[in-house]
């Protein structure tokens, strides 16, 4: 069953989240223009990502999918029996299942910033194990989250599927696991999926598909901006590039102006020139050695790592 005392995040008179406005508009006011992609997650942009996951050229959702199924038994082992499973940016929840069937958990808590999308998937969930507390918390998983009361007599297993942790510089990204440890508490696991390095071509074209769903995903941050900023961004006059960046090891989307156009958002004035660029999301790709590395860093050590024939992705087990 739900437990349905969400904790909502903030919203002014306007219902517009500050944290949004905030950093909107301190991003566009730099050199180089660039808005978090943690804003990409409206209801519209979770939609489109779970379309990315389905994806022929998107291969992390599968080879990480099929790495669960596979060793979901020796990771039960290594788990135990009642604890209770925290997911980070849980989104659609489609990983979950494979994991919460092999290790019989306590309870389930969902986090993601995305509110609408979180209950949606909350529901689903419960239905799929109906004998399952399920406790939803709608925060940013960036800081650190207050956890549901009833929880935090057992012990804890941190899910992180998806790469997500890519998304973030390496300095950003050790902050983070250091506070999901705080989160979670001492004796806790965490179980990570991170992307590994490969060839470049295959992964631009992953970042860039053929059906222009990634392109809407991106473009459609600039939707979201106009619709809840009051701003009058002309979005058909951008273009989603998708680019390998060597020096950090990363694919980085950007939305480049495809002519000089000018602009504004909650009353301030933005120009860009033409081939001027918006950037919006970085995906770092890692070694499995500079996975570990981060991790223990971040003060988890750990335990268990699992990759799949073609070397794509990695599912690591830590402790705290
Ligand atoms: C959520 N995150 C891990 C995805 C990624 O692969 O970096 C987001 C994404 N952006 C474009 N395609 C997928």
Known sequence: ??????????????????????????????????????????????????????????YPTRAETALLERHGQDIARLVGPGRAVVEFGSGSSVKTPLLLREISPAAYVPIDISGEFLRQSSEALAQAFPTLPVMPVEADFMKTVELPAAVKAFGMLGFFPGSTIGNLVPRTAVDLLRSMRETLGDRAQLLIGVDRVKDIDRLVRAYDDTQGITARFNLNLLLRINRELGADIPVEQFRHVARWNPDWSRIEMHLEATRDVSFSISGCSFAMLVGETIHTENSHKYTPDQARLILQASGWTPNAQWTDADGDFLLVLCEA
């Open 1 to 58: 069953m739900v437990h349905t005392n969400l904790k909502l995040i903030e919203r002014d008179g306007e219902g517009v989240d500050p944290a949004f406005r905030d950093d909107v508009l301190k991003g566009m006011a730099q050199r180089q223009k660039a808005i978090p992609a943690r804003w990409f997650y409206d209801l519209a942009g979770s939609e489109l990502f779970e379309r990315i996951t389905a994806l022929p050229e998107y």
